[in-house]
Protein backbone atom coordinates (compact mmCIF):
# COMPACT_ATOMS: atom_id res chain seq x y z
CA UNK A 1 0.00 0.00 0.00
CA UNK A 2 2.93 2.40 0.66
CA UNK A 3 4.57 1.48 -2.51
CA UNK A 4 1.49 2.48 -4.23
CA UNK A 5 0.76 5.40 -1.99
CA UNK A 6 4.33 6.74 -2.79
CA UNK A 7 3.53 6.14 -6.85
CA UNK A 8 0.56 7.98 -6.47
CA UNK A 9 1.91 11.08 -5.40
CA UNK A 10 4.30 10.86 -8.04
CA UNK A 11 2.31 10.91 -10.86
CA UNK A 12 0.47 13.74 -9.05
CA UNK A 13 3.49 16.01 -8.54
CA UNK A 14 4.77 15.18 -12.50
CA UNK A 15 1.15 16.07 -13.52
CA UNK A 16 0.83 19.21 -11.63
CA UNK A 17 4.08 20.03 -13.43
CA UNK A 18 3.31 19.36 -16.57
CA UNK A 19 0.12 21.59 -16.52
CA UNK A 20 2.09 24.51 -15.18
CA UNK A 21 4.04 23.88 -18.45
CA UNK A 22 1.26 23.58 -20.47
CA UNK A 23 -0.57 26.37 -19.59
CA UNK A 24 2.75 28.83 -19.65
CA UNK A 25 3.53 27.43 -23.14
CA UNK A 26 0.21 28.12 -24.67
CA UNK A 27 -0.76 31.95 -25.65
CA UNK A 28 -4.10 33.54 -24.75
CA UNK A 29 -7.25 33.66 -26.97
CA UNK A 30 -7.37 37.15 -26.30
CA UNK A 31 -4.09 37.47 -28.77
CA UNK A 32 -5.89 35.80 -31.56
CA UNK A 33 -9.03 38.67 -30.77
CA UNK A 34 -6.88 41.45 -32.68
CA UNK A 35 -6.83 39.04 -35.65
CA UNK A 36 -10.00 38.34 -36.11
CA UNK A 37 -10.69 41.85 -36.31
CA UNK A 38 -8.80 43.38 -38.84
CA UNK A 39 -5.30 43.07 -37.58
CA UNK A 40 -4.22 39.44 -39.59
CA UNK A 41 -5.37 37.13 -41.97
CA UNK A 42 -7.46 34.77 -39.13
CA UNK A 43 -10.80 33.59 -40.92
CA UNK A 44 -12.18 33.14 -37.10
CA UNK A 45 -12.55 33.92 -33.96
CA UNK A 46 -10.32 31.71 -32.14
CA UNK A 47 -7.71 31.64 -35.08
CA UNK A 48 -7.25 29.41 -37.98
CA UNK A 49 -6.81 26.22 -36.53
CA UNK A 50 -9.63 25.92 -34.26
CA UNK A 51 -11.01 26.47 -30.86
CA UNK A 52 -8.72 23.29 -29.58
CA UNK A 53 -5.57 21.97 -30.42
CA UNK A 54 -2.85 19.82 -29.10
CA UNK A 55 -1.79 21.90 -26.38
CA UNK A 56 -5.62 22.34 -24.69
CA UNK A 57 -6.32 18.80 -25.41
CA UNK A 58 -2.82 17.75 -23.37
CA UNK A 59 -3.90 19.98 -20.68
CA UNK A 60 -7.10 18.56 -20.34
CA UNK A 61 -5.64 15.19 -19.93
CA UNK A 62 -3.49 15.97 -17.87
CA UNK A 63 -5.64 17.77 -15.27
CA UNK A 64 -8.25 14.84 -15.68
CA UNK A 65 -4.95 12.33 -14.38
CA UNK A 66 -4.50 15.29 -11.82
CA UNK A 67 -7.87 14.86 -10.46
CA UNK A 68 -7.64 11.21 -10.39
CA UNK A 69 -4.85 11.53 -8.17
CA UNK A 70 -5.90 13.73 -5.67
CA UNK A 71 -9.01 11.22 -5.21
CA UNK A 72 -6.95 8.48 -4.91
CA UNK A 73 -4.65 9.92 -2.43
CA UNK A 74 -7.69 11.85 -0.83
CA UNK A 75 -9.13 7.76 -0.36
CA UNK A 76 -5.60 6.82 0.92
CA UNK A 77 -5.18 9.37 3.61
CA UNK A 78 -8.87 9.01 4.78
CA UNK A 79 -8.22 6.09 7.84
CA UNK A 80 -11.33 4.11 7.62
CA UNK A 81 -11.44 2.34 10.93
CA UNK A 82 -11.93 5.82 12.68
CA UNK A 83 -14.79 6.56 10.62
CA UNK A 84 -16.31 3.28 12.24
CA UNK A 85 -15.00 3.42 15.31
CA UNK A 86 -16.39 7.23 16.36
CA UNK A 87 -13.73 9.53 15.27
CA UNK A 88 -10.65 12.07 16.31
CA UNK A 89 -12.13 12.78 19.73
CA UNK A 90 -12.63 9.35 20.83
CA UNK A 91 -8.41 8.55 20.19
CA UNK A 92 -7.32 11.96 21.42
CA UNK A 93 -5.28 11.61 24.56
CA UNK A 94 -6.73 13.11 27.81
CA UNK A 95 -5.44 16.68 29.12
CA UNK A 96 -3.93 17.06 32.33
CA UNK A 97 -3.04 20.34 34.13
CA UNK A 98 -4.05 23.33 34.30
CA UNK A 99 -5.17 23.18 31.22
CA UNK A 100 -7.62 20.41 31.29
CA UNK A 101 -11.40 21.03 31.27
CA UNK A 102 -12.92 19.27 34.42
CA UNK A 103 -15.60 16.88 33.28
CA UNK A 104 -19.39 15.78 34.19
CA UNK A 105 -18.51 11.74 34.46
CA UNK A 106 -15.55 12.32 36.44
CA UNK A 107 -15.26 11.67 40.30
CA UNK A 108 -16.44 14.01 42.57
CA UNK A 109 -13.87 16.25 43.98
CA UNK A 110 -12.32 15.63 47.40
CA UNK A 111 -13.58 17.30 50.23
CA UNK A 112 -11.76 20.63 51.45
CA UNK A 113 -10.60 20.82 54.67
CA UNK A 114 -11.98 23.38 56.55
CA UNK A 115 -8.22 23.46 58.97
CA UNK A 116 -6.26 24.20 56.20
CA UNK A 117 -5.44 28.01 55.43
CA UNK A 118 -6.51 29.74 52.71
CA UNK A 119 -4.98 31.63 49.79
CA UNK A 120 -5.74 35.27 50.23
CA UNK A 121 -6.53 37.47 47.29
CA UNK A 122 -3.80 39.78 46.60
CA UNK A 123 -4.57 43.39 47.64
CA UNK A 124 -5.51 46.06 44.38
CA UNK A 125 -2.82 48.01 43.54
CA UNK A 126 -5.35 50.49 41.58
CA UNK A 127 -6.49 53.70 43.22
CA UNK A 128 -10.13 53.94 43.68
CA UNK A 129 -10.16 57.60 42.12
CA UNK A 130 -6.96 59.05 39.90
CA UNK A 131 -5.40 61.61 42.12
CA UNK A 132 -5.95 65.32 41.39
CA UNK A 133 -3.40 67.89 40.15
CA UNK A 134 -3.19 71.57 40.16
CA UNK A 135 -2.65 71.98 36.71
CA UNK A 136 -5.17 70.16 35.05
CA UNK A 137 -7.67 71.47 32.54
CA UNK A 138 -11.04 71.68 33.98
CA UNK A 139 -14.06 69.55 31.70
CA UNK A 140 -15.81 71.10 29.93
CA UNK A 141 -19.74 71.22 31.57
CA UNK A 142 -22.22 68.91 30.16
CA UNK A 143 -24.85 70.03 28.02
CA UNK A 144 -28.30 70.13 29.53
CA UNK A 145 -31.07 67.67 27.89
CA UNK A 146 -33.19 70.41 27.54
CA UNK A 147 -31.40 72.52 25.56
CA UNK A 148 -31.63 72.15 21.73
CA UNK A 149 -28.81 71.15 19.63
CA UNK A 150 -27.23 73.96 17.78
CA UNK A 151 -25.10 73.76 14.31
CA UNK A 152 -21.52 74.44 14.40
CA UNK A 153 -20.70 77.53 12.35
CA UNK A 154 -18.44 76.79 9.53
Known amino acids: MSTFYNLV ?11 IALVLLQHGKGADMGAAFGSGASGSLFGASGSSNFMS ?14 LALAYFGSDRQTA ?57 PAPTPAAPATEVPK
Open 57 to 70: KSTGVAAAIFFAST
Open 9 to 19: VVVQVLSALII
Open 84 to 140: VSGGVMERAAPVTGPAAIPSTTSAPAAPVDPSLPTAAAPAATVPAAPAATTDAVPAA
